[in-house]
Structure formats: structure tokens, C-alpha cells
């Protein structure tokens, strides 16, 4: 690994200390090409041994479009909170919508799912992102969100 792919990696250690989700939750495995107030790229493996697979659905495992669309706010959760270099002890960054989400191609057991967040907009402790969820050179899903950084009771 080059100088500047580390630079531009986030390992899940740094995940941890970023965001808030945990297991089952924790639909961020790393990232990688981070760009500081600009994109990113979240990595999910897709496994047979995810909790949501034992009903969803038994007999033709597909990951729910809502936990996908869930990884890509998480992934720009990151970015976000890198960009900000947020102190999660007594601030956390929350889903604030999600618009023009379509679903195009389903998520498998096996799949290596590349979550590509961009920042539309970025104003204080708001940032609008356009997310595109990849599986191969497939779309799995597109959709526009937003988040914000609240403070949170300590």
C-alpha cells in the first residue's frame, strides 16, 4: 500500500471510533478513496451469516434495499464525520431524508458491495450526498440523502 492509498484508506478500527453502529448494525467494513469534503467509497461484504438473511428471505437471500440505502448514509456518515473531524463523545451525525432512491439489482450472499457517496452540498453540520450502491458494474441502488451533526446529552 502506497503513502497515498493509506491516506485515502479508513480502516474499520477508524470506523469504530467514527460512528455510533455496532453489530448487527455496522453495514461499513472500510472505505477507501476518501476525499475530504468531497467522496468516498464504503466496502461491504455481503455474508451468508448477516442476522437480516434467516428472513429475508430464507429460500433467495437479498439484502433489504433500506439496510442498503442504511450502509450508503453510513459510509457518508464517515465522511463526513473525517471531514469534520467530529468528536463523537458529545456529537453524533444522524439520517435527516433520503430522496429519489431506486433499487435496480439485487444484493447477494457473496457480494462485495461498493458504496460511492459524493457531497452534493455541505453547509455547517449539513451535508447532502448522492450515493450510488455497486455490486460489480451493476447499480444495486441510487439515492439522494442528507445528514447533520447534533449535539448529543452526555
Do not use: W
Request: charged share 25%.
Amino acid at each position: 500500500m502506497t503513502d497515498a492509498t493509506a491516506a485515502t484508506s479508513i480502516e474499520i478500527g477508524e470506523i469504530l471510533a467514527r460512528i455510533p453502529h455496532r453489530y448487527p448494525f455496522l453495514l461499513v467494513d472500510r472505505a477507501e478513496d476518501y476525499v475530504p469534503g468531497e467522496s468516498i467509497t464504503g466496502i461491504k461484504a455481503v455474508s451468508i451469516n448477516e442476522a437480516f438473511f434467516q428472513g429475508h428471505f430464507p429460500d433467495y437471500p437479498v439484502m433489504p434495499g433500506v439496510l442498503i440505502v442504511e450502509a450508503m448514509a453510513q459510509a457518508g456518515a464517515v465522511l463526513m464525520s473525517k471531514t469534520l473531524d467530529v468528536d463523537p463523545r458529545g456529537k453524533t451525525i444522524l439520517f435527516a431524508s433520503v430522496d429519489n432512491c431506486r433499487f435496480r439489482h439485487p444484493v447477494r450472499p457473496g457480494d462485495l458491495l461498493k458504496l460511492n457517496v459524493r457531497v452534493a452540498r455541505a453547509r455547517g453540520g449539513l451535508f447532502k450526498f448522492e450515493g450510488r450502491a455497486m455490486v460489480g458494474d451493476k447499480v444495486a441502488a441510487e439515492a439522494e440523502f442528507a445528514a447533520m451533526l447534533v449535539e448529543t446529552p452526555q
